[in-house]
């Protein structure tokens, strides 16, 4: 039991939590991108993903907690997703790394 700024007694602490939900462009992308978070965000984060749908819940012990772990959570989607562009991009030969030299 913990008290609250004028000494009166809660039986439960406020934890803050946020809720993403994503469609992806098809159901493999949200599985890969499932995977990709998945062992960075152990414990932190709870991901499921049904069909094209990645949902992904943040638990934290307080504010700022929830506000570092979001940031983390989207620089490591943000470099999953591009990893897959260029992926894509380089299967089906558009990268311009791979392009020959006229």
């Given at each position: 039991?913990?008290?609250?700024?004028?000494g009166?007694?809660?039986?439960s602490?406020?934890r803050?939590?946020?809720?993403?939900?994503?469609?992806c462009?098809?159901?493999?992308?949200?599985?890969?991108?499932?995977r990709?978070?998945h062992?960075?965000n152990?414990?932190?984060?709870?991901?499921?993903?049904?069909?094209?749908?990645?949902s992904?819940?943040?638990?934290?012990r307080?504010?700022?907690?929830?506000?570092?772990?979001?940031?983390?959570l989207?620089?490591?989607?943000?470099?999953a997703?591009?990893?897959?562009?260029?992926?894509?991009?380089t299967?089906?030969g558009?990268?311009?790394?791979?392009?020959?030299?006229?």
């Amino acid at each position: 039991m913990t008290t609250d700024g004028i000494g009166q007694q809660r039986d439960s602490e406020v934890r803050p939590r946020i809720r993403l939900q994503r469609t992806c462009p098809d159901p493999a992308t949200a599985e890969i991108l499932a995977r990709s978070i998945h062992s960075d965000n152990a414990g932190f984060a709870k991901t499921t993903q049904a069909r094209d749908q990645l949902s992904i819940t943040l638990d934290a012990r307080n504010l700022p907690e929830l506000l570092r772990s979001l940031d983390d959570l989207l620089s490591c989607l943000d470099t999953a997703e591009r990893s897959l562009a260029t992926a894509s991009r380089t299967r089906d030969g558009t990268h311009s790394a791979h392009k020959p030299k006229p």
